[in-house]
């Protein structure tokens, strides 16, 4: 298992602060919709430059007709990425596209299957369906379309693993004592390990830590 480090941070001085703090780890770097849009390509270089070895992982969430995703999965590769969400909602020729894509590069494709902020009460309004049984027709649907894995809470990661040959990256994870704020379906880094996920997404129990040195540490420990 590996972690993915969020910096989801107000400004790219605070997130480039944190990731000199953290250079020395073997981690993973999400860059999601608010630090790409405000800080641009740019700012992909700076995190290279502090560790050469960080894998970026270019957290878009992409949704769109097919060639639009295409080609902008095209221009994700040409700014030296290693992995990028795009919607399993999208359907299956908007997956197939990307992968088509991405099959000669080093990109890897995570589809999204449903967004850890929801809660069966709010997802069976949008797709009329329990996000449990969703979520696995989804991956079924991603593996088909070519994708190399699907974004799922721990809650899913064991029976679309059992069910399909995917990796699974699980964000929404959580120590017992921290807040889960916006997030609805969470899980310990512990139970993300005992749930098979091959990546967790740590965002804002890292960087709000008064050491996150030592949480990173203590992640490390825990899903290694």
Request: some cysteine; overall charge negative; proline content about 4%.
């Amino acid at each position: 298992m590996q972690l993915c480090l969020a910096l989801d941070m107000s400004s790219r001085e605070e997130n480039l602060a944190l990731l000199k703090e953290l250079r020395d780890f073997d981690i993973w770097v999400k860059v999601g919709l608010r630090s790409f849009i405000r800080d641009g390509k740019e700012f992909l270089n700076e995190i290279k430059a502090i560790n050469p070895n960080f894998k970026i992982f270019l957290d878009l969430k992409l949704y769109d007709i097919p060639n639009t995703m295409a080609t902008a999965t095209q221009e994700c590769i040409a700014l030296g990425v290693d992995m990028l969400t795009i919607h399993a909602s999208s359907g299956i020729e908007g997956m197939r596209a990307v992968s088509e894509v991405a099959k000669n590069s080093s990109l890897l494709i995570f589809a999204v299957t449903a967004l850890t902020s929801f809660e069966d009460c709010t997802f069976a309004p949008i797709y009329n369906a329990t996000i449990a049984s969703h979520a696995k027709t989804l991956a079924l649907l991603a593996q088909e379309g070519g994708c190399n894995g699907v974004v799922c809470s721990v809650l899913e990661s064991k029976e679309i693993k059992s069910s399909t040959s995917l990796l699974t990256l699980t964000p929404g994870i959580r120590f017992e004592e921290t807040p889960t704020q916006d997030q609805k379906r969470v899980a310990t880094p512990k139970g993300a390990k005992e749930a098979g996920a091959d990546f967790i997404v740590v965002g804002r129990p890292i960087y709000q830590a008064q050491n996150p040195k030592i949480i990173t540490e203590k992640i490390l420990e825990e899903i290694k």
